[in-house]
């Protein structure tokens, strides 16, 4: 069966400071992959999904990036961190079969920006 | 346009059922799906539709498909301590876009 791995938990880093966030897939071959935020209120705001190795799209202006070095690993980076940043990171994934796929979450990274 | 709204409260007694409420405007989609956030956790589908159906039971969860007025909801039956969350309405945009709703929170009372 597929899972879904996201790290770290939780992770508190001060402004201005570099990050990264990893998300690993198993189970599956060349799944979509995507970055969600969800700020306080609850609304998921879709950051990134890629669809191949190296294939990365942006739905939002941010400063954050996202790249995938291999199938399935998803990477979430900043070079610098802004207080705005905080919120809440959800990875997920779906098989690339067209629309209708659902997506499949992992379990999240809080991220608190002081 | 992409825009799904729901109630964000709902309040019911354990063994009531549970029904929540969501309205999209793209009517074009073609899935329709439901999501379950337990606190501090990531999304777990519960369930989805194709938009070509009316209805989909699956164990105590039932959705009802209205595509003409745009309306999906979820009903819960038996409704459970342990069906406390917030609970996300979502509908496919394209291949790769969901529009997900801000999400229902649902309190079961004893």
């Known amino acids: 069966s597929q899972t879904i791995h996201q790290w770290p938990a939780t992770l508190v880093q001060p402004v201005g400071s570099p990050l990264s966030l990893e998300c690993t897939v198993e189970?599956?071959?060349?799944?979509?992959l995507y970055w969600y935020r969800q700020a306080a209120g609850r609304g998921l705001q879709l950051l990134f999904y890629?669809?191949?190795?190296?294939?990365i799209s942006s739905e939002v202006p941010q400063n954050l990036s996202a790249s995938r070095p291999q199938d399935r690993q998803f990477i979430l980076s900043s070079k610098k961190l802004l207080l705005s940043d905080s919120g809440f990171y959800l990875c997920?994934?779906?098989?690339?079969?067209?629309?209708?796929?659902?997506?499949?979450f992992g379990d999240g990274t809080r991220l608190s920006i002081l | 346009g992409e825009d799904v709204e729901q109630s964000l409260f709902l309040s019911v007694r354990e063994g009531d059922s549970s029904v929540i409420n969501c309205t999209y405007t793209?009517?074009?989609?073609?899935?329709l799906y439901w999501y379950k956030q337990e606190p501090g956790a990531g999304l777990q589908l519960l369930t989805y539709?194709?938009?070509?159906?009316d209805m989909k039971q699956d164990q105590r969860l039932t959705v009802l498909l209205n595509k003409k007025d745009k309306h999906l909801s979820l009903r819960i039956a038996d409704t459970q301590t342990g069906d406390s969350a917030i609970y996300f309405c979502a509908e496919s945009i394209n291949d790769y876009k969901l529009s997900f709703g801000a999400g229902t929170t649902v309190t079961v009372r004893a």
């Open positions: 189970g599956t071959s060349n799944p979509n």
């Open positions: 997920a994934w779906s098989d690339s079969g067209g629309t209708g796929q659902p997506q499949h």
């Open positions: 793209d009517s074009s989609s073609t899935y």
């Open positions: 539709i194709f938009s070509n159906m």
């Open positions: 890629s669809v191949g190795i190296g294939q």
